[in-house]
C-alpha cells in the first residue's frame, strides 16, 4: 500500500509541475500583453532575447528582475506583486536568447 501511495504522489507530482509552470508563463504573458508592451513598445519575445535562461534565473534568484526590466524598459512601471515577476520571469526566460522557442503569433 505505501508504494502505491508513493507512485501516485511521484506521478501526480511529475503530471502537475509541467502544467503549472505553463501557467505561470501564459500569466506572464498576459501581464507583459496588458502592462508593459504598451509601455515598453515591443514584444515579450524581443525582450526574452536580451538575455539568456540562465541571465534570467540569476535576476529573478537575486530579486534583480525588476531592475533588469528597468534598464531594458526605463518607463516599466514598479512590480510589487511577487507572483506577477514569478509569471514574467518564466514568460521571459521561455524566450530567452538561447531557449530556442519562437513566439507562435505576435
Known sequence: ?????????????????????????????????KVLKPICGFDGNHMGKKHTMNEWRHFYNNNQLLLAIKILCPQAPEISD???????????????SDSGNVPSCN
Request: charged share 10%.
Open 82 to 96: 511577487p507572483n506577477d515577476l514569478l509569471n514574467l520571469y518564466h514568460f521571459l526566460s521561455s524566450f530567452a
Open 1 to 33: 500500500m505505501n508504494k502505491f501511495i508513493y507512485c501516485l504522489f511521484i506521478f501526480t507530482a511529475f503530471v502537475t509541475l509541467p502544467s503549472s509552470l505553463s501557467a505561470s508563463t501564459v500569466r506572464g504573458k498576459i501581464y507583459y500583453s
